[in-house]
């Protein structure tokens, strides 16, 4: 997810690889959506999200070489279960509680009764502190909205994927101002402000469409999406620089890893479903 500076010599042959990985697992995804609900659309959306979070804790592992990392891969599902469980308004308060509880109980007890050494003690508590909310929240989230509308999951995905692919192509083309040189030296302002104004497009769009008219609290939630995406891009972007990587994975040929596609929706979902319970209520069930 990188808003190019200058395109590299091997640009054609990536931009392929990403349009055909995007013609394979678009279909997926919007399959996925469509005919699958309930329990189902959780598993299918947590296999994507825990996968994710498995990159994550290879991106970071040398900094906590010998905590018990891994155990992100059963907590976060587990997290998103929890909050998943809490549409019910009488069980809300407990279910928090009691993902509150996972977090800092249970993540201090794994790292005690784990034996991680103690230099190590800090970095492993930042990382699974930071790692549980980080794919728990938009799991969680991304269930949320497909239990309210199915539609919302494709305004989500809308903003963040076209927003993307205008950032990518028109910072590959444009770009000549640095965004953040020191953390992803090739993502530009260029692209930053195609994105960001193809994602609020994006979000105009879906409201004329489903909505019968151009609703200015719509605009808005478009507008702290596309901003949050460009967010999490960067935000994932600073992991990886911070230890040296480049990708987090090699699944998705042009693309990297899972979590390279997922950055910006692991920001995106939660301020979406922020917005809709706030801005949006009559949007229905």
Same mark, same amino acid.
């Given at each position: 997810?990188?808003? +190019?500076?200058?395109? $590299? ?6 931009s ?8 394979v697992?678009?279909?997926?995804i919007v399959?996925?959506?469509v005919?699958? %609900?309930?329990?189902?659309f ?13 990159? =994550?804790?290879?991106? +970071? ?5 010998? #905590?018990?990392?891994?155990? /992100? ?6 997290? #998103?279960?929890v ?18 509880a996972l977090t %800092?109980?249970?993540?201090? %007890?794994?790292?005690?009764l784990?034996?991680?050494?103690l ?14 909310p =980080?794919? @728990? ?5 991304? =269930? ?21 692919? @205008?950032?990518? =192509? ?14 992803? $030296?090739?993502? %530009? *302002? ?15 769009? *879906?409201? /004329? *469409? ?6 200015p ?9 596309? @901003? ?13 620089r911070?230890?040296g ?9 042009g ?6 596609r997922?950055?910006a929706?692991?920001?995106? #979902? $939660? ?13 229905p069930?």
């Amino acid at each position: 997810m990188e808003h +190019v500076t200058h395109p $590299p010599r091997s640009a054609p042959a990536s931009s392929t690889q990403r349009l055909l990985t995007a013609a394979v697992g678009t279909p997926i995804i919007v399959a996925g959506i469509v005919l699958l %609900s309930g329990i189902w659309f959780f598993l299918f959306a947590a296999v994507i999200f825990t996968w994710a979070a498995f990159e =994550y804790v290879g991106i +970071v592992r040398p900094r906590a070489p010998h #905590a018990p990392l891994s155990v /992100l891969v059963v907590l976060v599902p587990l997290a #998103a279960l929890v909050m998943t469980l809490a549409l019910d308004p009488e069980r809300e308060q407990q279910l928090l509680l009691a993902l509150g509880a996972l977090t %800092s109980v249970g993540i201090g %007890s794994i790292v005690l009764l784990a034996r991680t050494p103690l230099d190590e003690t800090l970095e492993s508590l930042g990382i699974l502190a930071f790692g549980l909310p =980080y794919f @728990a929240v938009p799991l969680a989230s991304i =269930y949320r909205l497909r239990h309210r509308d199915p539609w919302l999951v494709f305004l989500l995905l809308a903003i963040v994927w076209l927003g993307d692919t @205008a950032a990518f =192509y028109v910072g590959s083309r444009f770009g000549r101002h640095k965004m953040a040189p020191t953390i992803s $030296p090739k993502k %530009s *302002w260029e692209g930053a402000a195609a994105g960001f104004l193809t994602g609020l497009a994006a979000a105009a769009a *879906w409201s /004329l *469409w489903r909505r019968g008219g151009l609703e200015p609290e719509l605009l808005v939630l478009g507008a702290f999406t596309a @901003a949050a995406a460009q967010v999490g891009d960067l935000v994932e972007s600073m992991l990886k620089r911070g230890v040296g990587v480049k990708d987090s994975g090699n699944v998705l040929p042009g693309h990297g890893g899972l979590l390279d596609r997922c950055d910006a929706l692991l920001f995106a #979902a $939660p301020v979406l479903q922020l917005g809709v319970c706030l801005l949006l209520p009559a949007v229905p069930h």
